[in-house]
């Protein structure tokens, strides 16, 4: 893997670098930490150059990063008439991609910063790999799988690689890592995507990550600040509350980020929740306050880099701001990256009429102006801003990416429980094994992938399903269905959905599982997804908690349970008194 680092350089080029603090090594790689940003060095020729020729609309434009979505683009639709006259009438500072090809990526990329006279800051949600927008990137585990291998030097090279990705895609500043302390288990929008529950293991994860990010010279984000943890409101719906006190704070949520900041991640994204122990007033949102902002994350933790807010397009904000007031109400929280306003225009106006009317100090945003200049001067945007197009789908998703993401994978699987030590089956290969599926997702569930590699691991082996609306004909008939059996696998896919507040399965499932432990079958109950669904049937007699169901971690949960891998994951969270955090049975 070492190679995919001398990739990440000779897909970028040569860099002008900044000096900035000096971060530990991971003691795996040369780590470039040492190479970022001095955000307080205000003697830098160039930027200020850049600066003073900028009026001042201009350099509030710097602060807005606009959405669009890359898929299929056409350059004479209303969608990319919007994007340019975003870089060449409003001259917005950047832009965050969704959905879109590889090739979609790097086209559009190319596109929209030859219409920008000043370089573009291109983001995007990579949390896991570029797959999780770019339909042909690589995938990785999820962060809990990431978590329960526990693995610094596997979590550096992943970061490492995303970056190579990410910087061959025209993408610049990566919304990752997640340095939430996923400690509650209902919570509906962190779960896995969250390292685990202990402050510390987090940390040292969202460590790693950061330092391969950025040492393959892309901005790293730590999110959600100051912690999405233990919530129990999805953001996207409504503002989500923290009534804990700094004291718990600070031995919980803070922990990760001041970590983040002691070894120089670039950027913070604050969340969209509230915190009456640092902020009193009813609705204000972190990402809207300057007593957290300003006061907790600048002044007192000491975070010199882009400060972005989440989505501004999220119901915790709209619910209650207009654009206008969000606007306005970013800068005096703090806010550099203005991320996804309802609209860009009505921004820039906003925060321009508060500076002219003295209620905004010119100062305060050239403070903004002056760190995003910075950043792309680090990024090395003003000597080459454009990247190859030609074969770029070539280069992503590589052998050795996907080599690396299985080991990960081999590594994370946990087994939590195995009362009757049935596991690893004996007998998958001469015996018959009934493999059920509790799908609620429908084809946002990678059912498809354990259908097709089963057979490779179970010689004799049918499929039953069970959704939240149906299930298997013959399953629902009688159990009995499942007498010429020798061993069963339930396969449970339950995890985090956008939006829909929901982490666990149907009462009729879990009925379900609760009678298919009765049939006295060997059983191997596997969460592809959340892992404190256990509480849901604890006397089931196994249960194996995969994290995700990429292929990869599907792949690696079959090979643990016929034996072709150990188990090695300890569990990164704690699911009941029984089965706390650091368990785990390996064998």
Known sequence: MKILGALVLLAMGTFTIITFNKAEKTGTENSGMDKQVNWKKHSDEFVMKKLSEMTLREKIAQM?????????????????????????ETKVGGFIFFKGSSTDYAALSNRLQGLSETPLLISSDFERGTRMRVTDGALFPTNMAIGAADNKELCYKMGLEIARETRLLGIHQNYSPVCDVNNNPNNPIINVRSFGEDPQLVSRMSEAMIKGLQDGKVIATAKHFPGHGDTDIDSHNDLPQLNFTMDRMNSVELVPFKNAIDNGVMSVMIAHLAFPELESTPNIPASLSPSIVQGLLIDKM????????????????????????????????????????????????????????????????????????????????????EVQEADVYKNINTMEANELAQQIADESITLVKDDKNALPFKNNIEGKTAIV????????????????????????????????????????????SLSGYDNIVV????????????????????DLVNKLKETGKDLAIISFGNPYLLKEFPAAPSYICAYGDSDYSIKAALKAITGQVKFKGKLPVTITENYKFGSGINK
């Open 437 to 480: 599926i509790i799908s609620e997702g429908g084809d946002l569930d990678n059912t498809n992938y354990l259908r097709s590699l089963a057979p490779d691991y179970f010689k004799g082996c049918a499929f039953f399903t069970s959704t939240s609306s149906a299930m298997d004909s013959e399953l629902k008939s009688s159990l009995s």
């Open 302 to 385: 000491g975070f010199g880099g882009l400060v972005v807010t989440d989505a501004l397009n999220m119901k915790g904000i709209t619910k209650y701001f207009s654009t206008s007031e969000v606007a306005v109400m970013c800068v005096n929280a703090g806010i550099d990256l203005i991320l996804m306003p309802l609209d860009e225009v009505k921004t820039v106006d906003a925060i321009e009429a508060a500076v002219n009317s003295g209620k905004i100090s010119e100062e305060r945003i050239n403070r903004s102006a002056e760190k995003i200049l910075k950043a792309k001067q680090w990024l090395g945007l003003y000597e080459k801003r």
């Open 64 to 88: 807005v990063i606009a959405n669009c979505v890359p898929e299929n683009f056409s350059e004479g639709s209303a969608d990319f008439k919007k994007w340019k006259r975003l870089c060449t």
């Open 491 to 510: 396969a449970i896919y339950a995890k985090v959905r956008y939006g829909t507040g929901k982490i666990s399965i149907s009462a009729a499932n879990i």
